[in-house]
């Protein structure tokens, strides 16, 4: 019932935004009294602080280009939330997922005032001053409504500087189920099997921290904030045994399925679909609606699976972004860019990005209901968070050495015994801790 | 040997007698190249020093016009008719204070800390919710500091050049002579002082936009500017060498000394081979090509020069592309039954291999260009007097065309050398740095150059200190080298045999 | 003896001939997978043969057409018209600077020509940020005219070539216009420029083909205002992880595209160009 109305919105608003593209939205909220009825799933919206700022408020807002068109929409309705207090025009410039990180260290002056980021480089943001703190009720608004994992991720120092925007950027299991059957995907030997039984290549990328931290994960090597100086990496206790065999049993699976073992960018998967060739891989969430498009309903998703340690068959672990939205410091109006933050982090607008750009949510409603539930691909990522170390804390220097590990490690020409691997975990975590 | 005996040998004996004597420089030229550098920090000193006697004796000696101009610059010279100078000498005057109070002592003021201040955030009392507060930037002051000091210089300069014009003006009108007026004296930078006006933009615009910068640069190397103190939200400050000292410090597992030693030793090696391989595939080509018998000459270049026109980062891109694992080279390869290679990540050799002949690809067609004229001059009875002795074209090549090829591009060749050393675009683009293989090697990959590891230090772990350290290494090393064998080679010494 | 002379003269000739024409194929194919896949219809990155199975117009007609996410077209033009203007101030600086050093003869000129030699062998990453500062004191950030001095401005250190050049044109020249009453200037202008037409065009062309190449500058100086990119960073971005899946048949037609123009005038300029890199590399 909501979702006609909401739909109808849309797309008026959307031939709003067509019409006027870059122009003011406050220009199109003329009558608010009936505006408010027509978005009246916030009905009950009452912005903090709202005489702090009034008279025409500019805003820039950065978002990736994919969303494009929803974040317009949204901001749009944001402006028609607001004509009762001030106009506000907003101006949405499409931005990559590192660049806002890179910009705002170069300068925040000219920064979007509000900005969509990826997780990983909230500690460069927060240590260059780049984010405003969420405090006070905007903290509590944070805290009660996004799942747990999301909050941390906006956490540094104990302090939340972020609003979650998704609780889905990570990689899981995306396989061809004409390979591939639904249980077969439970373990990682039974998807190598599949794939080699009809010579079709599993695909990984080993060659890069964010994938190849499986084998430390997995193996109980994991990364647990920073030490005392507020930059080297600290590593959870950790036993060496259990994380050397794991690491091993990782080496001596895909050595045994060497021919099929690709280790490749993670865009082979998705051209592996189209040309056939590969059968499986690990791929990210961004990727997921190209695997759909490629195998139409033979797309399989599955959380990461299973591998077979010493006997025991053990639950893969990976690393679990999240995606923010940041407001800048050095903002001109900052009480609005707070607004609208939290406003474009709501739980409508994460339904909305769920069904139009198949966006997994942060917020805890979004993520239990029947919406998120029936899409596969949405459930497996959302799934793949509980197993799994969220993306906080991560040290710059974290990506490079564990990619050189993940790269040693699938080097079937060398040999390497349990002493070699040892040996480059210890040596791993030493690099990660250097500088 | 004396001109008549060297007049007497055959045009090979000379040329191979030329080279020696090339060769058995090198050491001399090294001596006198710091030789050199002392000397011209030595006149610059004495350069100062005259400067500031000068100026003293000349305001003692000077009438109250000139002595004026050292408070009021200009006067001197707009009391004695030369009212155009006297204005140029003023506006600078002007110019140069309202700077220093509108904008550079601002940031001078905390160029000996570089800011205090740290930019926090303060909950606003009408909100409830935080707001940012602006404190000192480092950079900033760092920048713009540098900027005051090196105006600073350039205006002492002008300074000390108005008071001797107010001088020399005093003084020519006391000797009865007329002052050139404006006009006069601008049309002499048409002439007599024309390198003036060549060279007055070009330097302008380097000294703002490439020296300043350099300057900031190398300051930078004397801070903490690292990931813990990246500015606007943290400060850093000066901490005199330590930076150089972790660069050289090695120590057990990984390092940034060790990494600095092991990428210096594959830079050097890849600049030799890089240099060498390109220069000397090039010049083969291009001896092939110019044979005389062989015909289409233009289509033969055509083909090979047709790849300088894609733009280098399209092109190494492509390469990229076609030697990845599925690439076609592997397609080709599985073709014909062969097992396909890893051209980028099996080993540090072979992805050092595969970088040094994809950078033959991009550069052998500058070398058909650059040497094929050349090669066309080279004397022919210098192959002649070879071909009696029944020297075969490989020997030909060896004794004769490289030799003397070498000897006459020599600038080019280091040229290409230090280019080499700074090769950002083949190894950034084609490989990103790997294979990742070694576990001691910090933020770097095997087949990484200092510049691109430099590249890497700034872009994903911030240590901009250590980068900027690592940055005045590299060039010291090719300063040096070019400067030597560039003041040593024929170009340059005998710079005025054409004329 | 005749005969076995010109038999082994064939000889050489055919493997010559050979050994040229397998160079040139590995020289050229790389570009005509360019051009091939850049009219590939399916797959994505890569597909597992060499030849495309269908070919279509479609990746070049979205270059021009689906321009929301890439500008081609707008950017092909900013690097153009950043091109024509970088490219007339530098060659007049390279230009001024060489003929200084080769036929003035002024205090310290030795000296200059040395800071001149190694300014230029700095690795410039560290000083873009300074750059961007600059720039930005004089309220030109993500402006084109930004880009025209980042890429001139440097321009004048590139004389060795062309004061090479210089210096082979003989002295006597100068001499007997000086007698004639010609200043300096007009000697540069009516004398020495008129006959260096071959280092003018290598100077013109190196310095057009550099704003083409660069997308480093560009993305620091322009930050978001992506109305003012430049194409090579356009299609370097193309191959971002991001956008990769999606663009990258266009990013093949738009190295094309790319490829076109600057080919073209190599190609015609081409003697020009190896008559300036030869007399003025070196003297033999």
């Known amino acids: 019932m909501f979702g006609k109305a909401k739909k109808i919105c849309a797309v008026l608003l959307s031939v709003a935004v067509f019409v006027m593209a870059f122009t003011a939205c406050g220009e199109s909220s003329d009558s608010t009294s009936s505006n408010t009825g027509e978005v009246g799933n916030y009905g009950n919206y009452s912005p903090l602080g709202r005489e702090a700022e009034n008279g025409t408020i500019k805003l820039k807002v950065w978002g990736p280009d994919a969303a494009q068109e929803s974040l317009r929409e949204q901001c749009e309705e944001f402006c028609k939330l607001m004509s009762a207090y001030a106009t506000i025009k907003i101006d949405v410039v499409p931005q990559g997922e590192e660049d806002p990180a890179s910009q705002l260290l170069t300068d925040p002056t000219v920064g979007a005032d509000v900005f969509g980021f990826a997780c990983d480089s909230i500690d460069k943001l927060v240590n260059a001053g780049a984010l405003l703190e969420v405090t006070g009720a905007d903290k509590d608004y944070v805290v009660e409504n996004n799942v747990e994992g999301s909050v941390l991720a906006a956490t540094v120092d104990d302090k939340i500087y972020a609003y979650p925007e998704t609780g889905d950027n990570s990689y899981c299991l995306v396989y061809d189920k004409s390979v591939v059957s639904e249980n077969q995907a439970k373990t990682l030997e039974g998807v190598l099997e599949a794939c080699k039984a009809q010579n079709k290549k599993f695909v990984m990328e080993a060659n890069n921290g964010y994938y190849a931290c499986m084998f430390l994960f997995t193996g109980g090597v994991t990364i647990d904030g920073y030490e005392e100086d507020g930059t080297t990496q600290k590593f959870a206790p950790y036993n060496m045994d259990t994380a050397t065999s794991t690491v091993m049993a990782f080496r001596e699976l895909f050595s045994k399925y060497k021919d099929i073992f690709v280790n490749g960018e993670v865009t082979k998967v998705v051209d592996g679909f189209k040309s056939g060739t590969v059968g499986a891989g690990i791929d990210g969430s961004w990727n997921f609606s190209y695997a759909k498009e490629a195998l139409g309903t033979n797309a399989g998703f599955a959380v990461l699976p299973t591998i077979n340690v010493n006997g025991t068959p053990t639950q893969i672990v990976n690393m679990f972004g999240y995606k923010l939205i940041g407001v800048n410091s050095s903002s001109k109006y900052p009480n609005t860019s707070i607004e609208l933050a939290k406003f474009l982090t709501n739980e409508e607008c994460q339904k909305d990005r769920a069904v139009d750009l198949n966006w997994g949510p942060s917020n805890k409603n979004v993520a239990e209901s029947t919406l998120i539930k029936s899409d596969a691909a949405l459930s497996s990522i959302l799934e793949q968070s509980k197993n799994s170390v969220p993306q906080v804390a991560v040290s710059q220097n974290f990506w490079q050495p564990v990619a050189t590990l993940g790269n040693i490690v699938v080097d079937f020409d060398n040999e390497f015994t349990d002493k070699d691997c040892q040996e480059l975990i210890k040596k791993t975590i030493a690099n990660v801790r250097e500088g | 040997m004396t001109f008549i005996e060297y007049q007497a040998l055959t045009p090979s004996q000379k040329a191979s007698y030329k080279i020696k004597e090339f060769f058995s420089l090198l050491p001399g030229r090294f001596k006198s190249f710091f030789a050199a550098i002392g000397k011209f920090f030595k006149n610059l000193g004495l350069k100062f020093v005259g400067g500031c006697k000068g100026y003293g004796s000349r305001f003692t000696k000077g009438d109250f016009a000139t002595k004026l101009s050292y408070i009021v610059m200009g006067f001197g010279n707009f009391t004695r008719g030369q009212v155009g100078k006297g204005i140029a000498f003023l506006a600078a005057e002007i110019l140069y204070i309202s700077y220093l109070a509108g904008f550079g002592l601002k940031w001078f003021d905390k160029f000996d800390t570089l800011g205090t201040e740290l930019t926090h955030q303060v909950i606003d009392e009408v909100t409830g919710r935080p707001k940012s507060v602006m404190g000192d930037n480092s950079m900033l002051i760092l920048l713009y500091g540098t900027l005051t000091i090196l105006l600073t210089l350039v205006f002492i300069a002008v300074y000390i050049a108005n008071t001797k014009a107010a001088y020399e003006a005093e003084q020519s009108v006391k000797a009865g002579?007329?002052?050139?007026?404006?006009?006069?004296?601008?049309?002499?930078?048409?002439?007599?002082?024309?390198?003036?006006?060549?060279?007055?933009?070009?330097?302008?615009?380097?000294?703002?936009?490439?020296?300043?910068?350099?300057?900031?640069?190398?300051?930078?190397?004397?801070?903490?500017?690292?990931?813990?103190?990246?500015?606007?939200?943290?400060?850093?400050?000066?901490?005199?060498?330590?930076?150089?000292?972790?660069?050289?410090?090695?120590?057990?597992?990984?390092?940034?000394?060790?990494?600095?030693?092991?990428?210096?030793?594959?830079?050097?090696?890849?600049?030799?081979?890089?240099?060498?391989?390109?220069?000397?595939?090039?010049?083969?080509?291009?001896?092939?090509?110019?044979?005389?018998?062989?015909?289409?000459?233009?289509?033969?270049?055509?083909?090979?020069?047709?790849?300088?026109?894609?733009?280098?980062?399209?092109?190494?891109?492509?390469?990229?592309?076609?030697?990845?694992?599925?690439?076609?080279?592997?397609?080709?390869?599985?073709?014909?039954?062969?097992?396909?290679?890893?051209?980028?990540?099996?080993?540090?050799?072979?992805?050092?291999?595969?970088?040094?002949?994809?950078?033959?690809?991009?550069?052998?067609?500058?070398?058909?260009?650059?040497?094929?004229?050349?090669?066309?001059?080279?004397?022919?009875?210098?192959?002649?007097?070879?071909?009696?002795?029944?020297?075969?074209?490989?020997?030909?090549?060896?004794?004769?065309?490289?030799?003397?090829?070498?000897?006459?591009?020599?600038?080019?060749?280091?040229?290409?050398?230090?280019?080499?050393?700074?090769?950002?675009?083949?190894?950034?683009?084609?490989?990103?740095?790997?294979?990742?293989?070694?576990?001691?090697?910090?933020?770097?990959?095997?087949?990484?150059?200092?510049?691109?590891?430099?590249?890497?230090?700034?872009?994903?772990?911030?240590?901009?200190?250590?980068?900027?350290?690592?940055?005045?290494?590299?060039?010291?090393?090719?300063?040096?080298?070019?400067?030597?064998?560039?003041?040593?080679?024929?170009?340059?010494?005998?710079?005025?045999?054409?004329? | 003896m005749i005969k076995s002379y010109r038999l082994s003269r064939m000889i050489s000739d055919i493997v010559i001939y050979v050994i040229l024409g397998g160079l040139g194929l590995i020289w050229v194919s790389p570009l005509v997978w360019l051009l091939f896949h850049s009219f590939r219809k399916e797959g994505g990155v890569s597909v597992p043969y060499v030849f495309p199975k269908e070919y279509t117009l479609d990746n070049y007609k979205a270059l021009f057409t689906n321009t929301d996410v890439f500008d081609y077209p707008r950017w092909f033009l900013n690097t153009f018209v950043v091109a024509v203007f970088a490219c007339i101030i530098s060659t007049l600086s390279v230009l001024m600077v060489s003929y200084a050093f080769s036929r003035l003869r002024f205090k310290s000129r030795k000296m200059f020509i040395n800071i001149g030699m190694v300014l230029g062998m700095f690795p410039g990453f560290m000083t873009m940020i300074a750059l961007y500062y600059l720039l930005k004191a004089m309220n030109l950030t993500q402006t084109l005219p930004a880009l025209v001095i980042c890429y001139s401005a440097g321009a004048g250190l590139g004389f060795a070539i062309s004061k090479g050049f210089f210096d082979t044109i003989p002295r006597a020249l100068d001499e007997a216009a000086t007698i004639d009453g010609a200043t300096r200037n007009q000697i540069f202008w009516k004398i020495i420029l008129p006959i260096s037409k071959p280092i003018l065009v290598y100077t013109v062309l190196t310095s057009f083909i550099g704003p083409w190449c660069d997308f480093i500058l560009v993305k620091i100086i322009m930050g978001d205002n992506r109305d003012n990119y430049t194409v090579a960073l356009g299609l370097q971005r193309m191959t971002d992880k991001e956008y990769k899946q999606t663009y990258f048949k266009q990013f093949l037609a738009g190295s094309v595209i790319v490829a076109i123009p600057i080919t073209v005038l190599f190609l015609k300029m081409q003697n020009y160009y190896v008559e300036g890199v030869t007399a003025g590399g070196v003297k033999g």
């Open chain 2, 177 to 499: 002579k007329k002052n050139l007026t404006l006009k006069e004296e601008l049309q002499e930078f048409l002439d007599g002082k024309y390198h003036v006006t060549m060279l007055s933009l070009p330097v302008l615009l380097i000294s703002v936009f490439t020296i300043l910068p350099l300057v900031f640069m190398i300051l930078i190397a004397f801070t903490n500017y690292d990931k813990q103190h990246t500015p606007p939200g943290q400060l850093f400050t000066w901490v005199g060498l330590d930076t150089f000292r972790d660069v050289f410090k090695v120590t057990e597992g990984a390092s940034k000394g060790y990494t600095f030693w092991e990428l210096t030793k594959w830079t050097v090696v890849w600049a030799i081979f890089a240099t060498f391989s390109n220069y000397i595939i090039g010049m083969i080509i291009a001896l092939m090509i110019n044979k005389k018998s062989i015909k289409f000459k233009s289509l033969w270049r055509t083909l090979f020069v047709i790849t300088i026109a894609v733009p280098q980062f399209v092109s190494l891109l492509l390469m990229n592309q076609i030697l990845q694992d599925d690439g076609v080279v592997n397609v080709i390869r599985g073709y014909m039954g062969l097992a396909p290679i890893s051209f980028f990540n099996s080993t540090a050799l072979v992805a050092r291999v595969t970088v040094i002949i994809i950078n033959m690809w991009v550069g052998v067609p500058y070398t058909i260009l650059q040497t094929t004229g050349i090669l066309m001059n080279i004397p022919e009875d210098l192959y002649e007097s070879a071909r009696i002795d029944g020297a075969t074209p490989v020997v030909q090549f060896f004794q004769i065309t490289l030799p003397y090829m070498i000897f006459v591009t020599t600038p080019y060749l280091i040229q290409s050398f230090v280019g080499n050393i700074n090769n950002f675009n083949v190894i950034y683009l084609l490989t990103g740095g790997g294979p990742n293989k070694n576990p001691n090697l910090y933020q770097a990959g095997e087949t990484d150059l200092l510049v691109t590891w430099l590249f890497k230090l700034t872009m994903n772990s911030n240590d901009y200190n250590t980068a900027a350290a690592v940055g005045i290494l590299v060039f010291i090393v090719c300063a040096t080298l070019s400067l030597i064998t560039f003041n040593m080679s024929k170009s340059s010494r005998n710079e005025e045999e054409f004329s």
